[in-house]
């Protein structure tokens, strides 16, 4: 049940899967595979919620998508995502609760997959919360998986398995000539090795960061070089126009003068500097 995206996209996005499976059987995908797209309707929630008593009611969303269950008689349920299907307030505990148990009762015994996006502060994190609103959406589900993508590398990592072990992760790849997603081999790491993993994954996110910072820094120093190149700046008039982080600003300056990327010349005879004081000037060494 896709709530998110217009129907060309999902066909896409099949596409793309079975380029990428073509060993599949094209008739037997069609018969034991159905979308429902919602993405525009007038109802795109399946349960909703009384804002003043909290009681909740079946849409009418719902009650089709159940009698299309019962007819079809699915194992899988997907439904994609929470955010638009769910009709109440995603911190209100006893809301989730009602909402899962609803989406269960679609078709028992179907298992139910229900999409959810994460927080942000999740986001390119493994160690994030990776849900967004009340810790009910963790508590609620049976199992729970999450799909980080840190710096290139995207990973699918079960977070939580009551029926089983959790801490399985495998890496997501995308293939440029299918146009879809690889899943690869999945492993499962020690407690020592998950520890490491999240220290090293800290480090390169850190060290991404502040590679980031260091190539902005770079660009406004150079920048305010290039925007005074015709009144011959000083390094203290070009880092003072930046008006901000002046000692940060002059340490890259000196940088970037010791890589060459900048070169500090005389003034031209008869030209007038800034100051009396002022002997030099800087260029881009381009």
Request: hydrophobic fraction near 35%; charged fraction near 30%.
């Given at each position: 049940?896709?709530?998110?995206?217009?129907?060309?996209?999902?066909?896409?996005?099949?596409?793309?899967?079975?380029?990428?499976?073509?060993?599949?059987?094209?008739?037997?995908?069609?018969?034991?595979?159905?979308?429902?797209?919602?993405?525009?309707?007038?109802?795109?929630?399946?349960?909703?919620?009384?804002?003043?008593?909290?009681?909740?009611?079946?849409?009418?969303?719902?009650?089709?998508?159940?009698?299309?269950?019962?007819?079809?008689?699915?194992?899988?349920?997907?439904?994609?995502?929470?955010?638009?299907?769910?009709?109440?307030?995603?911190?209100?505990?006893?809301?989730?609760?009602?909402?899962?148990?609803?989406?269960?009762?679609?078709?028992?015994?179907?298992?139910?997959?229900?999409?959810?996006?994460?927080?942000?502060?999740?986001?390119?994190?493994?160690?994030?919360?990776?849900?967004?609103?009340?810790?009910?959406?963790?508590?609620?589900?049976?199992?729970?998986?999450?799909?980080?993508?840190?710096?290139?590398?995207?990973?699918?990592?079960?977070?939580?398995?009551?029926?089983?072990?959790?801490?399985?992760?495998?890496?997501?790849?995308?293939?440029?000539?299918?146009?879809?997603?690889?899943?690869?081999?999945?492993?499962?790491?020690?407690?020592?090795?998950?520890?490491?993993?999240?220290?090293?994954?800290?480090?390169?996110?850190?060290?991404?960061?502040?590679?980031?910072?260091?190539?902005?820094?770079?660009?406004?120093?150079?920048?305010?070089?290039?925007?005074?190149?015709?009144?011959?700046?000083?390094?203290?008039?070009?880092?003072q126009s930046l008006k901000v982080r002046y000692e940060a600003y002059k340490k890259v300056l000196t940088k970037l003068i010791d890589?060459?990327?900048?070169?500090?010349?005389?003034?031209?005879?008869?030209?007038?500097?800034?100051?009396?004081?002022?002997?030099?000037?800087?260029?881009?060494?381009?």
């Amino acid at each position: 049940v896709s709530g998110e995206d217009e129907p060309v996209v999902n066909m896409t996005r099949l596409k793309g899967i079975l380029r990428l499976h073509p060993q599949l059987d094209h008739d037997l995908i069609a018969d034991n595979f159905k979308f429902m797209n919602v993405a525009g309707c007038r109802t795109t929630t399946l349960v909703d919620f009384d804002l003043r008593t909290g009681k909740h009611s079946y849409t009418s969303l719902y009650e089709h998508l159940k009698e299309c269950c019962a007819e079809f008689k699915p194992d899988l349920i997907i439904t994609d995502n929470n955010s638009i299907l769910f009709g109440g307030n995603e911190i209100d505990r006893n809301q989730i609760q009602t909402y899962i148990h609803c989406v269960q009762n679609i078709n028992p015994p179907a298992a139910v997959v229900a999409l959810h996006h994460v927080d942000k502060a999740s986001v390119g994190r493994e160690d994030g919360d990776g849900w967004s609103g009340s810790t009910q959406w963790h508590n609620a589900a049976r199992a729970r998986w999450t799909l980080s993508l840190i710096g290139e590398e995207m990973t699918l990592y079960l977070r939580k398995s009551n029926y089983g072990r959790d801490g399985w992760r495998g890496m997501v790849h995308y293939d440029e000539d299918s146009r879809a997603h690889r899943m690869g081999e999945f492993s499962r790491l020690t407690r020592e090795e998950e520890s490491t993993l999240r220290v090293e994954r800290k480090e390169q996110i850190k060290l991404a960061a502040q590679t980031e910072r260091d190539l902005e820094d770079r660009l406004a120093v150079m920048g305010a070089i290039y925007n005074m190149r015709d009144r011959y700046p000083s390094a203290y008039g070009a880092l003072q126009s930046l008006k901000v982080r002046y000692e940060a600003y002059k340490k890259v300056l000196t940088k970037l003068i010791d890589e060459g990327e900048v070169l500090e010349t005389a003034l031209p005879p008869g030209v007038k500097g800034e100051s009396n004081r002022q002997k030099t000037y800087l260029l881009l060494r381009d």
